[in-house]
Nanobody, 117 residues
Framework: QVQLVESGGGLVQAGGSLTLSCAFS????????WGWYRQAPGKQRELVAVITSGGSTNYGDSVKGRFTISRANAKNTVYLQMNSLRPEDSAVYYC???????????WGQGTQVTVSS
């Protein structure tokens, strides 16, 4: 059973930075991707960033140039470095793992990020 645990959320002022971490345990096939999504109150969950097992990355338009997704395979951890934060970045951030062989998604419990103006 794959388990994902996010950490690193909190309160930060606009213009500040935060780094989110997603630690995973369990077995996942080597063909996979890892993503960060976020959901603000009253809004749909949206893609923030994704990284594939091959190292390719993709970002939502609103975070391009400000956020960076990375992974440390030895630590079974995926990171989201968030810079130049804006109040509109406030949301619950979720880590997601996609197993590309069995086509199954796994989700963490979420971590709150609040950016004050």
């Amino acid at each position: 059973q794959v388990q994902l645990v996010e950490s690193g959320g909190g309160l930060v002022q606009a213009g500040g930075s935060l780094t989110l971490s997603c630690a995973f345990s369990g077995v996942i096939h080597s063909t996979n991707s890892w993503g960060w999504y976020r959901q603000a109150p009253g809004k749909q969950r949206e893609l923030v960033a994704v990284i594939t097992s091959g190292g390719s990355t993709n970002y939502g338009d609103s975070v391009k140039g400000r956020f960076t997704i990375s992974r440390a395979n030895a630590k079974n951890t995926v990171y989201l470095q968030m810079n130049s934060l804006r109040p509109e970045d406030s949301a619950v951030y979720y880590c997601q793992a996609h197993d590309g062989v069995i086509h199954r998604d796994y989700w963490g419990q979420g971590t709150q990020v609040t950016v004050s103006s």
